[in-house]
């Protein structure tokens, strides 16, 4: 009976949601259960280039350390903000949001050739947090019960927790970069005069 209702709930998850948060779920697993270590999954541009490790390109985005609080909170927030994502500006448009996943991630992994960063997984949730909120700009957030904003200053509050528990800030700055450049292309330029669509989800998706 459990299983049931677990598999229907599951099922019930948009396709792109499912698939990302599934694999970062089994991806820690296999690191837990000493499948496979994270020197085997990060981001490390000679590995990829010389040795040609290309599956180090997707793995980064995997792996969101061993689990503990630090994995719980990413993974409630990938899972919250990609799912409303996609059942929200995304409906019916499952290959528009893959197009956004696949522009996120190449322009993050060539903002991740300039940045010491080995796992770029929470920059990539970073960048999805902010174009729901810029998305959502008149919806009231609680944190914690301690702040109350609009959704835009969301991913700012995010920053300064992250700094509270001593985290680098490059992790977020990062995803707000990425997903600010995404916003300005796809929401904000083509409806500036002389502005246009620059974005365009390649049809063999």
Known sequence: MAYQTFRQEY?????????????CVLTTAAVQ?????????????????KHFQVWRLITNYLFFGPVGFNFLFNMIFLYRYCRMLEEGSFRGRTADF???FLFGGLLMTLFGLFVNL???????????????????????????????FQAPF??????????????SIIVDLLG??????????????????????????????
């Open 11 to 23: 099922l019930q998850v948009p396709p792109v949601t499912r698939a990302y948060t599934t694999a």
């Open 33 to 49: 259960l000493e499948l496979i270590t994270p020197f085997q999954l990060y981001f490390n541009p000679e590995l990829i280039f």
């Open 98 to 100: 893959v197009f956004m």
């Open 118 to 148: 080995v796992f770029l997984g929470q920059a990539f949730t970073i960048m999805l947090v902010y174009v729901w909120s810029r998305r959502n700009p008149y919806v009231r957030m609680n944190f914690f019960g301690l702040l109350i």
């Open 154 to 167: 969301l991913p700012w509050v995010l920053m300064g927790f992250s700094l509270l528990l001593g985290n």
């Open 176 to 205: 707000i970069a990425v997903g600010h450049i995404y916003f300005f292309l796809e929401d904000v330029f083509p409806n500036q005069p002389g502005g246009g669509r620059l974005l365009r989800t390649p049809s063999v998706l």
